[in-house]
């Protein structure tokens, strides 16, 4: 029924945009945050939220990058269905842009091309000093507080922390593809960390569909609502 419901909707034309979170690469084996399984809930030395904020990158690097490696970084990760769905229908002109808050580069491994990454990516790793940007791989191959590999300057994840603003040129194309969308299908994302969530505020198509586990805030706005799997919901 999900799946009758998202042809139905990416077949119409006009501009489709999807808009997503963590619950887009649970399939893929990345748990999200704030499920029950979700890794606000599994215990560490520290609170992740702590670990995930900028004044703990500053003051424990060393704990910063164990948990950055231990549970940021998924090289083997796959992309699921969801994610090639949405390549596919990017490669048929049926979708203008996927958003996401994820920062696990599984939507371009699948094959989408414009992918505004709200939250930044693992995969760039940028030297403060000299801005020689390091892979994930690389990130993985070292221990303790990494050091730039051309400079030896101190190394930042590419990845939004708490405390830390979106990249305005990022967030700014992320608005205009809401605000130019005749239909938005939001999926897996809680929709409870801002300034991300007041994304869909800007939508004023006709069309938005909802694909959560769970319900979100936005549930009353929608046209549809979809409570199952999204890998499942984009098999079609
Ligand atoms: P959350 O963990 O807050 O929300 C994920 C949502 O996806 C939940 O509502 C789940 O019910 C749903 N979900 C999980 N698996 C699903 C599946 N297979 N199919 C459909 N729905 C599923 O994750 P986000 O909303 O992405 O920020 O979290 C937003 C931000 O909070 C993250 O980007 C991260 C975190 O703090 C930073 O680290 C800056
Ligand atoms: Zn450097």
Redesign the pocket.
Known sequence: EAQEALREVTGRGGRTVFFG???VS??SGIP????VD?LYHQRFDYPP?TM?SHSFFVAHPREFFDFYRQRMIALDAKPNQAHRKLAELEREGRLSAVLT??IDGLHQMAGSRRVLEL?GSVHRNICQRCGHVHSAEWIMGTEGVPACEECGGPVKPDV???EEPLDQDTLNQAAMEVANADTLIV???????WPVAGLIDLFQGDRLVM????E?AADARADLVCN????RAFDF
């Open positions: 979170g963590a619950g649970t399939a999200d945050f704030r499920s979700g939220e995930l808050q994820n939250h939004v922390l708490y999926g897996g994302t809680s929709l409870v960390v694909v959560n586990l769970g979100t199952v799997d999204i890998a």
